[in-house]
C-alpha cells in the first residue's frame, strides 16, 4: 500500500460508524451542569470518572435519576437486582472488546481491581467511570464485602490499606463527584483543548509493518502499546493494505478483536457483525484451533499475545514464522511480564532480524486522558524501578506492614516494580493482596534509602487437629495456606498442618543489583526476623536449574514437583521445604518425593534438561547401601555385561544413592539420564552422544560402571552418609 493510499485512510478514519467505537456518546443525563461538562469532555475527547457518594440505596436511586436510559447506554457491573441491566461477569473476557458511553461500577458489590481495570478500558472518549461507593470521609471504616477475597482462612482485617490508600489518592485528586451529604461537588466546567486526533505514529508503523512482511524472508514482530493505541485497528489495516496475502487473526477472545474486521470492512466498504470470523482475506481463530488444524496462511496475526501461554506463543512461532505479536504491555492483562520476561526477551536472542514496534499515541481518545492517568495512579502502572543509589554503599534491611505500604507511594511504587519485574504473571489483583493480607510479610533491603530487594512472605498453617485431619484427608482446603495444605497431603501427616510455615512468596532483587548475593542475605533477615514464630519455611516457584540452585543453597530441599506445567511458563511447579525445628520431619517427604520423581523421568519429566535432574538430585536421601548391587557393581566392573544388565544396575544404583549423578563425568551423566533414567530412544540421542549402534550403547556404559566401581571405592562413604549439602 503506498504512502497516499494510508494518508486518505487516516484522514477518513473519523467519518467511520458507530461500530467502530469512535463516535462520541449522545448522553442522556438529567442534569444541567454535568450535561453541559460531558460536552466538553466530549469536545476534548476526553474520559473522567465520576463518584456518586453516599449510602447505598441513596447512590442507585441517585445514578437512575441523573441516567434515565443507562439500561441502553451503560456497561453496569453490579451483584443487587436494583440496578436495571446490572451483571458480574466472572471473567474478563466478557466485558473485554466493547465500548460504552457510561460503565457503572458498582463498590457496594466489592472492590475487585481487575474488574474494574477492565472494564474502565470499555469507557468511550466522552464517557464516564461512574463509581458507586459510600461516603469518600467513611472508606477506613466501610467493610468492603470483596475484603474476604483476600483472606486466608482464620485471617482478619479490621480495615483495608488498599481502600485507604484510594481515600488518599482520590481526596487528592479533582474527581468529579456528587455526593449525599455534600452535593454536587462537579467543577464548573472542563477546560482542554479542542482535541484532533494524530496518526503520524500509527502511519509510520504500517509502513514499517507492510514493507517488513514483503521481505523475503521477514523475521518476528513485536508490536507493543498500552491501551487505546489502536493496535487492534491497525492489524485490520494491515489486511486491508495487502490484499494479496491471506491472514489469520489469533486471539483469546473474538470479541477482542472485532475493532481489527471493523476497520478492514471500513476499507472495503462491507458492514461487520459481531459473529464474523472472516472476511476477505482475514481470518479468526482461537489459539488451540489454530495449532490443531494447523491451516495454511501467508502471515499470522497474534493479539494479546501476554495473554496467551508462552508455550503456545512458541509453538505458533514455530509454526507460523511470518508472525506478529501484539499486546498490550500495562493494565489488566497482567502487566504483560511473562511476555516481556520470557517469550520477548528469549524472540530477541533466538531471531535477531525480528521487527519491534511500539505505539504512544492514543486513538480511542485524547492525550492527556484524565481516567488514564487516575487508574495509572490508583492501580500502580507506571510503577517503575529506577537506579538512583550508589552500588557499594551498605544495604540496611527492615520489615513493613501493608499499612505503612499504602501510605508511603514512592516505597509502594518501588517495591510492586520490583514485584513485577521479578514474576511473570502479575495483575492489577496482586497490589491489593499485598496490602490487604494480614498475614503478609514484607521485608526490605535498601541503598542509599533506595529499595534494591524485597522478600514476600505469608504465614501459613497452625490448624487444630481436627481440621488438621480432614486437610490431611484432602476433605477440607482452607484458601490462603497452599503450602501447609500441600505438605499434609504429601504423605497423609495432619501434623504437619498443625505447624506454623512461611511461604516465601517472592524474592526480587533490582535488576541492577542481581549476582551480588543480597537476595540471600535479605532472605536470611526475613529468617531471622521469624525465628522462634515457625516451624519451616518454604517456596514454590517454576522448577528450572538456577532457581533451584539457588534455594538449595540455603538448605531448601524439594519435597513435591507438580504433575502439570504451568501455563504461563510452561514449567513444574516445585515446592521447597526448609524446617527449623525438630517438629517438622523432611525425611518422610524427600522419600515419597525421590520415588516419584525417577518415576516420572521417563514420562512428565523426560524433557527436563540434564543439569536440573541433577540439582534434583544433590539433596536427596540415600537408601542403605544393598550388597547385591554392590556384589555385582564389582562383578561388572571387571567382566563384560550386557547392556541391559548394566542398564538395570546403574539406574537402580541412582535410584539408591542419586548423589552418585552428580560425582560422574559430564557424558556419564548425560548417558545415564538420557539413555537410562528418562528412556529416550537411542536413535534421539545418536547425534550428542554417539549412541546409534549397540556397540556403542555398551562402551557407554561399561564406562559408566568403571566411573561409578572407581567413584566407590574411592570414598565408600558415599553409599552410607546422607546426601551432602549442595
Same mark, same amino acid.
Given at each position: 500500500m ?41 469536545q ?20 437512575q ?129 479542542y ?21 523475503p524472508?521477514?523475521?518476528?514482530v ?7 493505541r ?38 472495503? %466498504? ?26 495454511s ?88 524501578y529506577?537506579r ?31 514485584l ?14 499485598l496490602? %490487604? ?7 526490605l ?18 490448624? %487444630? ?64 526476623q ?47 521445604v ?7 520431619a ?99 540421542? %545418536? ?40
Open positions: 503506498k504512502a497516499t493510499a494510508h494518508s486518505h485512510e487516516f484522514r477518513s478514519i473519523l467519518t467511520m460508524s458507530a461500530a467502530s467505537g469512535w463516535s462520541l456518546p449522545m448522553p442522556d443525563c438529567k442534569h444541567s451542569k454535568l450535561t453541559s461538562l460531558l460536552s466538553q469532555l466530549g476534548a475527547r476526553h474520559r473522567q470518572l465520576l463518584l456518586i457518594s453516599g449510602e447505598q440505596d441513596w447512590s442507585y436511586t441517585e445514578v435519576r441523573l441516567f434515565p436510559a443507562m439500561q441502553n447506554t451503560a456497561l453496569v457491573l453490579s451483584q443487587h437486582a436494583r440496578l436495571p441491566g446490572a451483571c458480574w461477569p466472572e471473567h474478563l473476557h466478557q466485558v473485554l472488546g466493547q465500548e460504552y458511553p457510561f460503565v457503572i461500577y458498582d463498590l457496594f458489590s466489592g472492590l475487585v481491581p481487575n474488574t474494574l481495570a477492565a472494564a474502565a478500558g470499555t469507557v468511550q472518549a466522552g464517557g464516564l467511570l461512574i463509581v458507586l461507593s459510600p461516603e469518600l470521609s467513611k472508606w477506613q471504616r466501610w467493610c468492603d464485602p470483596a475484603l474476604e477475597r483476600w483472606l486466608s482462612y482464620n485471617e482478619t482485617a479490621q480495615f483495608s490499606p488498599y481502600l485507604q490508600r484510594w481515600q488518599t489518592l482520590l481526596n487528592r485528586t479533582s474527581v468529579w463527584q456528587i455526593s449525599q451529604s455534600q452535593g454536587d461537588l462537579l467543577p464548573p466546567h472542563y477546560e482542554a483543548p482535541a484532533t486526533l494524530d496518526f503520524s505514529e500509527q502511519h509510520r508503523a504500517l509502513t514499517q509493518l507492510t514493507a517488513h512482511l514483503q521481505q524472508t521477514p523475521g518476528p513485536l508490536l507493543s502499546a498500552d491501551r487505546g489502536g493496535k487492534s485497528s491497525l492489524l485490520g489495516r494491515l489486511a486491508a493494505g495487502l490484499p494479496e496475502l491471506s491472514f489469520v487473526l489469533c486471539a483469546q477472545q473474538r470479541r477482542a478483536v472485532h475493532n481489527s474486521f471493523v476497520h478492514l470492512g471500513a476499507a472495503l %466498504d462491507e458492514s461487520v457483525t459481531d459473529k464474523l470470523n472472516q472476511l476477505a482475506n482475514l481470518r479468526f481463530m482461537p489459539p488451540d484451533q489454530l495449532l490443531a488444524q494447523r491451516p496462511c501467508d502471515v499470522l496475526l497474534v493479539d494479546e499475545a501476554a495473554a496467551i501461554p508462552v508455550p503456545v506463543l512458541m509453538a505458533l512461532l514455530k509454526a507460523y514464522p511470518k508472525v506478529v505479536f501484539s499486546s498490550t504491555l500495562i493494565g489488566y492483562e497482567g502487566n504483560g511480564r511473562g511476555y516481556t520476561l520470557r517469550f520477548a526477551r528469549q524472540l530477541k536472542h533466538t531471531h535477531p532480524q525480528h521487527l519491534s514496534l511500539s505505539l504512544s499515541q492514543p486513538i480511542r481518545y485524547a492525550e492527556r486522558d484524565p481516567l488514564e492517568a487516575l487508574l495509572r495512579q490508583l492501580f500502580a502502572l507506571d510503577c517503575d529506577q538512583s543509589y550508589t552500588a557499594t554503599a551498605p544495604l540496611a534491611f527492615s520489615a513493613c506492614s501493608g499499612a505503612q505500604l499504602a501510605e508511603d507511594e514512592d516505597t509502594l511504587s518501588q517495591v510492586f516494580a520490583l513485577v519485574l521479578a514474576h511473570y504473571q502479575t495483575s492489577v489483583n496482586d497490589l491489593r493482596q496490602l %490487604d493480607s494480614p498475614h503478609n510479610r514484607l521485608y533491603a535498601r541503598q542509599q534509602g533506595t529499595v534494591v530487594a524485597v522478600c514476600l512472605l505469608k504465614l501459613e498453617g497452625d490448624f %487444630d487437629a481436627a481440621l488438621s485431619v480432614d486437610i490431611a484427608a484432602a476433605t477440607r482446603r482452607p484458601a490462603g495456606h497452599l503450602m501447609a495444605q500441600q505438605l499434609a497431603q504429601l504423605t497423609g501427616n495432619a501434623q504437619l498442618a498443625q505447624k506454623r510455615g512461611a511461604r516465601v512468596v517472592r524474592i526480587a532483587v533490582s535488576p541492577h543489583q542481581q549476582g551480588q548475593q543480597i537476595g540471600s542475605q535479605l532472605l536470611r533477615f526475613a529468617e531471622q521469624l525465628s522462634g514464630q515457625v516451624d519451616y519455611f518454604g517456596s514454590s516457584f517454576g522448577c528450572n536449574t538456577q532457581l533451584l540452585r539457588f534455594w538449595q543453597h540455603h538448605q531448601y530441599r524439594p519435597v513435591k514437583l507438580g504433575f502439570k506445567q504451568d501455563k504461563a511458563s510452561g514449567e513444574f511447579a516445585v515446592l521447597v526448609k524446617p527449623c525445628t525438630e517438629n517438622v523432611l525425611e518422610p517427604l524427600q522419600q515419597w518425593f525421590k520415588h516419584l520423581l525417577f518415576n516420572q523421568l521417563s514420562e512428565l519429566y523426560r524433557d527436563f534438561s540434564c543439569a536440573l535432574v541433577i540439582e534434583l538430585c544433590k539433596a536427596l536421601p540415600q537408601n542403605e547401601p544393598d550388597p547385591v548391587l554392590v556384589q555385582q557393581l564389582n562383578y561388572f566392573a571387571h567382566t563384560t555385561a550386557g547392556e541391559q544388565q548394566i542398564a538395570a544396575l546403574i539406574s537402580t544404583l541412582c535410584r539408591n544413592h542419586p548423589v552418585l549423578l552428580d560425582r560422574l563425568s559430564a557424558s556419564s551423566q548425560v548417558t545415564t539420564i538420557r539413555l537410562l533414567l528418562q528412556r529416550h530412544p537411542p536413535k534421539v540421542l %545418536d547425534d550428542a552422544l554417539d549412541l546409534a549402534t549397540k556397540k556403542q550403547r555398551q562402551a557407554a556404559l561399561r564406562s559408566i560402571v568403571t566411573e561409578v566401581h572407581a567413584e566407590i571405592n574411592l570414598n565408600p562413604e558415599l553409599l552410607h552418609r546422607s546426601a551432602e549439602q549442595p
